[in-house]
Every structure is written in C-alpha cells, then in structure tokens.
T-cell receptor, first 111, second 115 residues
Framework: QKEVEQDPGPLSVPEGAIVSLNCTYSNSAFQYFMWYRQYSRKGPELLMYTYSSGNKEDGRFTAQVDKSSKYISLFIRDSQPSDSATYLCAMRVNTGNQFYFGTGTSLTVIP | ETGVTQTPRHLVMGMTNKKSLKCEQHLGHNAMYWYKQSAKKPLELMFVYSLEERVENNSVPSRFSPECPNSSHLFLHLHTLQPEDSALYLC??????????????FGPGTRLTVT
C-alpha cells in the first residue's frame, strides 16, 4: 500500500466552478499536511499547509484534514484559468526530513 | 522565484556520459534535497543533507552520487545512466528544527533525457 494516494485525474472544470482535490494516506503518525501547486515546466510551490486536524482558509483556497479518516482535501472556490496546474499533496511526521507526496492531480480550468 | 536555482534546466546525455546537476539555495536553509519526478508517480526522495548529515533512499542506484560542499550548494553526479532515469530532477531546501520545517522550497528542476 502506498503511503499517500491521490487520483491523478486529469480534472477539467469550467471557470467559476468549485474544485475538490483529495488525498488519502495510511500512516497515522503524519502531522503536517501540505498542498503544492506545480505549473508546467516549474517546480512545486507550497500553496497551503495544515498542522494536525482541522480546516484552514486562504482566499479562494480551503484545506481540510480529517485524521480519523486519514483523508485530506483542498477546495478551490471560483476557479480561474490561472489555477490550471498540477496539485500535489504532501505530508510528514513531526520530526525527520522525509516528506511523502501524492502523484499529483492535473487540473484544467476552462474559460 | 523561490530562491532555489538549478542548472542546467535541460540535459540530454548518453548512457556512457558523466554529468553533474547543480543546485543553489539563497534562503539560508540548513537542509537540501534531491527528488526525482516521473510521470504518474509520486515525487521520489533520493537524498537529503540536513545539518551536514546525509540521508539516502536505499533504492537509489549507485550511478547517482550526491555532493553537498556547504549548506547552500548541492550537486548530483550522474554516470552510466539508463533510459529509465529520464525524469525531472528537483532540488529543494528547508529550515529544519524551526517552526517552518514543513516548508520546502523547490527549484525549477532539470529535465534529464538519457538516450
């Protein structure tokens, strides 16, 4: 079983739609949960992070963590064509250097 | 820009060549990483240098050899690669031991093609 599972998509939505991206994981020791955005021909950039459970909102983006279900989500409201990218989830335990990534979900927002 | 630079951005090499990838971070971080990114696969951690110690993924073949001369520079030396090594190689840095240790900053990557 993979540490982190993420549907690779591709996902295509019309502009203005609400997008839901999800990851599941198997290691209950994960404490940090991150979402990265990766544009074509660029490296991933950190979009949001959450420590332990709960929700976090930043503008049009909301990250949710449900540790009881080992499930994390990223919601994008009022999606824009500039949101078209690959979104990677990542997580790690409290100590150590190892980050565990999902495969990434490719998102296209159609004008 | 993220403060992490990588050169070259693209590299085509034959299986008998020797080449090196370079990474430099301008963020004052104390940990640097090499990742391999292949299509439809999760980022694969290859090597970590943190506080001058090296941690490596045991599944990485010996034809990849890292070097970290100081906390700002990281190299990946390549020799006798195979076609399946073609991928995007990403460098990242972070500040370990601090409140923001979850934050990794990535460079733009080197697109490697092995012919």
């Amino acid at each position: 079983q993979k540490e982190v599972e993420q549907d690779p998509g591709p996902l295509s939505v019309p502009e203005g739609a609400i997008v839901s991206l999800n990851c599941t994981y198997s290691n209950s020791a994960f404490q940090y949960f991150m979402w990265y955005r990766q544009y074509s021909r660029k490296g991933p950039e950190l979009l949001m992070y959450t420590y332990s459970s709960g929700n976090k909102e930043d503008g049009r983006f909301t990250a949710q963590v449900d540790k009881s279900s080992k499930y994390i989500s990223l919601f994008i409201r009022d999606s824009q064509p500039s949101d078209s990218a690959t979104y990677l989830c990542a997580m790690r335990v409290n100590t150590g250097n190892q980050f565990y990534f999902g495969t990434g979900t490719s998102l296209t927002v159609i004008p | 820009e993220t403060g992490v630079t990588q050169t070259p951005r693209h590299l085509v090499m034959g299986m008998t060549n020797k080449k090196s990838l370079k990474c430099e971070q301008h963020l004052g971080h104390n940990a640097m990483y090499w990742y391999k990114q292949s299509a439809k696969k999760p980022l694969e951690l290859m090597f970590v240098y943190s506080l001058e110690e090296r941690v490596e993924n045991n599944s990485v073949p010996s034809r990849f050899s890292p070097e970290c001369p100081n906390s700002s520079h990281l190299f990946l030396h390549l020799h006798t690669l195979q076609p399946e090594d073609s991928a995007l190689y990403l460098c990242a840095s972070s500040q370990e031991g601090g409140l923001s240790s979850y934050e990794q900053y990535f460079g733009p990557g080197t697109r490697l093609t092995v012919t």
